[in-house]
């Protein structure tokens, strides 16, 4: 499955809608964490991994004015959404290319704002540490294989575990994206969870709801009719209340 096409097609319209709020609230606690640890002076060069509609980096504008940014992503609609928003740098590609764009030690802070459904955590924060300057900020926020526990297991009863495991590739949990950092040689310096009820009130609400945010997309576009009309069929399912969670982490490259 191409991402960046299905972003392009399917998501980039209708991203930034966030009706049940999930996105702006996990997003909230990794910005809140950039408020208490980074401060505006040693910020000048910003780099956001799969910046997306640039809903981070607008943030990150008006907290550091005075930084250069930067934003890679895969999905050019999602870019042309973020550049019509803010002035940055914005490269199309891969953000496992990072280091054909940027300079290694170039960077004082790096955003990867729900992007580790998608990639290998462990390998990108790995090689895109290189960017850092000494002392450099990398902030992590990442929706957790933990979110939605009733949805998936309503899943399972009609689509194979690994099924579910190859297409939802969130990390397990927050211990999870802190031994990415920590292989990467960075120190954690806080680590914050995000939990929120979700409810839907049938299934054509859960469908729209799980295309049109990203959150279910890369699975449910895996799903042909008949799989399809056997979730929807499923009775006495809804209204469904679940859980959300995410989670936001803070590391920093030591001296
Ligand atoms: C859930 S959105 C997150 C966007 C933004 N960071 C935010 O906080 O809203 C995921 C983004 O990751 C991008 N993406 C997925 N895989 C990617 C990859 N390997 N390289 C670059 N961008 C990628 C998608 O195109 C999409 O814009």
């Known amino acids: ?70 934003g890679i992503d895969l999905s050019e609609e999602m870019l042309r959404i973020a550049n019509a928003k803010l002035n940055f740098f914005a490269v199309h590609d891969d953000v496992a290319n990072s280091l054909q764009h940027f300079s ?66 969130a990390p397990e949990n927050a211990d999870a994206i802190v031994s990415f950092c920590t292989k990467a040689g960075l120190d954690v310096i806080a680590v914050d969870h995000f939990t929120k009820e979700v409810t839907f009130a049938n299934f054509d609400d859960f469908y729209d709801f799980g295309m049109n945010s990203g959150f279910f997309t890369h699975v449910l576009c895996h799903l042909d009719d008949s799989q399809l009309a056997s979730l929807s069929g499923m009775e006495g399912i809804f209204p469904l209340t679940d859980h959300y969670r995410a989670c936001a982490v803070l590391a920093c490259l030591p001296e």
């Open 1 to 70: 499955m191409n991402i960046g096409r299905l972003y392009d097609q399917r998501i980039a319209q209708t991203y930034d809608h966030d009706e049940r709020g999930l996105l702006a609230g996990a997003r909230a606690l990794g910005l809140e964490q950039l408020g208490k640890h980074v401060t505006a002076d040693q910020t000048k060069a910003v780099l956001d991994l799969a910046v997306g509609t640039g809903e981070s980096l607008m943030a990150i504008q008006k907290a550091y004015p005075n930084a250069v940014l930067h």
């Open 104 to 169: 290694r030690e170039s960077m004082n802070l790096i955003l990867m704002h729900f992007l580790t459904t998608f990639v290998d955590g462990e390998d990108i924060v790995a090689r895109t540490a290189k960017l850092l300057r000494t002392k450099g900020y990398y902030s992590i926020v990442s929706s957790t294989f933990q979110a939605f526990p009733r949805i998936y297991s309503l899943a399972r009863m009609v689509l194979p575990d690994q099924f579910i495991r190859d297409k939802n590739r």
